[in-house]
């Protein structure tokens, strides 16, 4: 069902891109008694900070108009901000429907192991994010941080390998754009150039995952997945929408009502996260939905006029069977128990 990931001899620029990114920031954030050879590390790390930093200025161009245009004042920002939730990039992707009720267990596998290959947990994000913020947004980002710790800590993956654990290895086992988005987070997080793009990105976190969460959670319940990989994921994402709103309150809003210039840097930042998550659900589409049988069985229910993002289109064409095409619909709430 599902296409191999594309091995190293075959990788296109951006692969070979964000794997060399995300192998760096493995081996740059994890700790390390002593520095190896400190002239060659510190050459290497040059040339790494260019290549991210190119990647990372080529993502705000594709976003920066649509970011200028953000009300400046807290009120209307706030709006804008929350109507993200639906209208955002990504935000209401047949990906996840599917999940819920057609996805089988390989799929959701597969998804979970894309899903948890990010180079930096949110917790740590959080922690690079509010070094020297002003006070209250800080605070805010220190109650983040703490309950963040207190919820997961036992969700990580055992210390000792075995056989039920199966560890993505992100050589070859998980699509580039996966590692984009992960490489993304860390480079808005850890350079201060970019701070307030990543309070945006990590807003734009809290505001979306809830929503996915329900599906996602509803497709391992259906298959019977509830290993330490499915208790990761779910444990990430909150399960209602308090967090997002005192993000919102407490760390952008009196940010923007300090400094209204700040109100398109923080857009651009939560822009730039539904870019690339549209872009990650994308690819998982085009592997998951690699069946055209699995594809023409899939719909789900409550008609719309309005396609969905990401739904696939009918090709006209005299010599090959036209393409499957879904009817369009509207996402509706899935009720299902928690794992």
Not at 40 to 55: D, P
Not at 62 to 67: D, G, I, M, N, S
Not at 258 to 278: H, K, M, Y
Not at 295 to 301: S, T, W
């Amino acid at each position: 069902m599902l296409h191999a990931v594309p091995s190293s001899t075959e990788s296109t620029p951006d692969e070979t891109t964000h794997r060399l990114l995300a192998s760096s920031n493995r081996q740059r954030l994890s700790p390390r008694r002593t520095a190896g050879d400190f002239d060659v590390e510190l050459e290497q790390e040059t040339s790494i900070r260019r290549l991210e930093r190119r990647f990372v200025e080529s993502e705000r161009a594709a976003v920066r108009a649509e970011a200028k245009s953000t009300p400046a004042e807290p009120a209307g920002f706030a709006n804008w901000f929350t109507s993200l939730n639906a209208t955002g990039s990504g935000q209401n992707d047949a990906l996840f429907p599917w999940l819920a009720q057609h996805a089988e267990r390989e799929a959701l596998s597969w998804f979970l192991d894309q899903e948890l290959a990010q180079v930096s947990q949110f917790a740590d994000l959080v922690a690079f994010t509010q070094v020297s913020l002003p006070t209250g947004p800080k605070l805010e980002l220190a109650r983040t941080l703490w309950d963040e710790l207190a919820q997961h800590a036992t969700h990580e993956y055992p210390s000792m390998p075995s056989a039920a654990v199966r560890r993505p290895n992100p050589l070859t086992d998980v699509v580039w754009e996966s590692l984009a988005l992960g490489n993304l987070m860390t480079a808005l997080a850890t350079a201060r150039h970019y701070a307030y793009q990543s309070l945006g990105a990590l807003g734009a976190f809290e505001l979306t995952s809830t929503i996915h969460l329900r599906f996602v959670r509803a497709g391992l319940v259906r298959v019977g997945l509830s290993d330490e990989r499915a208790e990761r994921y779910l444990s990430q994402v909150k399960s209602d929408a308090q967090p997002a709103s005192a993000w919102l309150h407490r760390v952008l809003l009196p940010l923007i009502a300090n400094d209204s210039t700040l109100a398109p840097v923080i857009a651009e930042g939560a822009l730039l996260r539904l870019r690339a998550e549209a872009r990650c659900f994308e690819r998982y589409r085009r592997e998951l939905w690699s069946s055209p049988a699995g594809v023409a069985r899939f719909e789900y229910a409550d008609e719309s006029s309005t396609p969905m993002s990401g739904e696939p289109t009918p090709k006209s064409t005299t010599t090959a069977p036209p393409v499957p095409a879904f009817r369009p619909v509207k996402w509706r709430e899935v009720h299902r128990p928690k794992l």
